[in-house]
Each structure stands twice: as structure tokens, then as C-alpha cells.
């Protein structure tokens, strides 16, 4: 079955900190791949995609994420944290098989706490 | 940001009573989504619609019914309201089907 896995409930990094935040997926073929960060009473925002090509793409408030096809993953990075980045982040993953069908498939999310 | 306006942001309702939320988009996308989210189970697809009238199940789509009649709305409704349907809604809608999402600001629902 698809599936999108986020190992990690709940992370705490100090700010200016680097972070990873762990997503695997599970799919019959490469997958496009998401992030989005939600922040307290928000909806969720898009960080970054990937669809093909260059597996390490970047996204906005200096986020990248590297598609790595051998360990299923795409893994969220950030060299340096701040204390905005505090939120949910959510991977997800969807097949476009063509017409109407399958859905984007979320992961449970990472909540991000920044230690000051 | 992309114009997604979810009405109404929070309602309190009673067990067995009707419920309709509403998706209003600017952005003329085909494809429009309601997903809902629950602590512990991240966001799980209720209904979808990849055209006006068209539309289809998702993960969770029981006690749920969903009805789009022009382009740019699409209404969720719960025929007779339960306490498990409290939950935050979100509407998202997308230009091409599993592609990049964008997300309205949420529904908080409580059924007392």
C-alpha cells in the first residue's frame, strides 16, 4: 500500500541549530513529493516539491529537501533554525496515474519546538 | 497566497443536526479537495472533485457528502452531525490531480 512515514512526532532544536526532519515513502513508482509547514491555526503552507530531475531542490524561508531514491526518503533541511520556524511539518506524496485517479497522501506530521 | 476562502471558520452544532462548509476558490482550479485533520492522524482525504459535478470518494468519506456545482465552489456536508465528526476541515485545491496543493485556512467543527 502507499504510504508516507514521518518517524519523528515531536523534535527540539536550539536556534541557529541545523535541522533534518525524516520523511519515507512507499510507492509502486517514484512519487511526487512534498512539504508543507503549518503554524499554529493556520492551513498548510507549501515549502517545497519535487517532481523529477535535480534531487536536491530548494524551497522558500531557506528550506531544501534531498529526494533519495535508494532509502526511499525525502528528508527537510535547514542549516540554521529560527524561533519562527516553530510549526507542524507535513511530507506528502502523490502519483499522478492520469485522469481522476489517487490523492495526495499525507504523513502525521513533525512538531518542530525552537529552544531559545 | 492562493484564494481559497473556507466559510465558516468555526461552528459549534448539535448530534443529528445538518451541516454544510463552504469552499469558495479564484484561482480556477479543476481539482478541489476537503480533508480533515485529527490529532495523531495527520490529514485524511474525505472527498474530492476533479470537475463541476464530478467527484469521488477519499480515505474517510462515510457520515459525508460533497456536491459541486460551479467551478468554484464545493461544499462538504455532514447529513446528521456525530460528536467523531469534530474535527478541523480543510479545503485545498490543486491545477493538475496530485500535484502541489493549496490549502484554505480550516473549519474548526465541534459537534456537542
Known amino acids: 500500500a502507499q504510504s508516507v512515514t514521518q518517524p519523528d512526532i515531536h523534535i527540539t532544536v536550539s536556534e541557529g541549530a541545523s535541522l533534518e526532519l525524516r520523511c519515507n515513502y512507499s510507492?509502486?513508482?517514484?512519487?511526487?513529493l512534498f512539504w508543507y509547514v503549518q503554524s499554529p491555526g493556520q492551513g498548510l503552507q507549501l515549502l517545497l516539491k519535487?517532481?523529477?530531475?535535480?534531487?536536491l531542490v530548494q524551497g522558500i524561508k531557506g528550506f531544501e529537501a534531498e529526494f533519495k531514491r535508494s532509502q526511499s526518503s525525502f528528508n527537510l533541511r535547514k542549516p540554521s533554525v529560527h524561533w519562527s520556524d516553530a510549526a507542524e511539518y507535513f511530507c506528502?506524496?502523490?502519483?499522478?496515474?492520469?485522469?481522476?485517479?489517487?490523492?495526495?497522501?499525507f504523513g502525521k506530521g513533525t512538531k518542530l519546538s525552537v529552544k531559545p | 497566497d492562493a484564494g481559497i476562502t473556507q466559510s465558516p471558520r468555526h461552528k459549534v452544532t448539535e448530534t443529528g443536526t445538518p451541516v454544510t462548509l463552504r469552499c469558495h476558490q479564484t484561482?480556477?482550479?479543476?481539482?478541489m479537495y476537503w480533508y480533515r485533520q485529527d490529532p495523531g492522524h495527520g490529514l485524511r482525504l474525505i472527498h474530492y472533485?476533479?470537475?463541476?459535478?464530478?467527484?469521488d470518494k477519499g480515505e474517510v468519506s462515510d457520515g459525508y457528502s460533497v456536491s459541486r456545482s460551479k467551478t468554484e465552489d464545493f461544499l462538504l456536508t455532514l447529513e446528521s452531525a456525530t460528536s467523531s465528526q469534530t474535527s478541523v476541515y480543510f479545503c485545498?485545491?490543486?491545477?493538475?490531480?496530485?500535484?502541489?496543493?493549496?490549502f484554505g485556512q480550516g473549519t474548526r467543527l465541534t459537534v456537542v
Open positions: 485545498a485545491i490543486s491545477e493538475v490531480m496530485n500535484t502541489e496543493a493549496f
Open positions: 510507492y509502486g513508482a517514484t512519487p511526487y
Open positions: 519535487y517532481f523529477s530531475g535535480d534531487t
Open positions: 506528502a506524496g502523490g502519483v499522478n496515474y492520469g485522469g481522476s485517479q489517487g490523492n495526495l497522501i
Open positions: 484561482e480556477n482550479h479543476r481539482y
Open positions: 472533485s476533479y470537475g463541476v459535478k464530478d467527484t
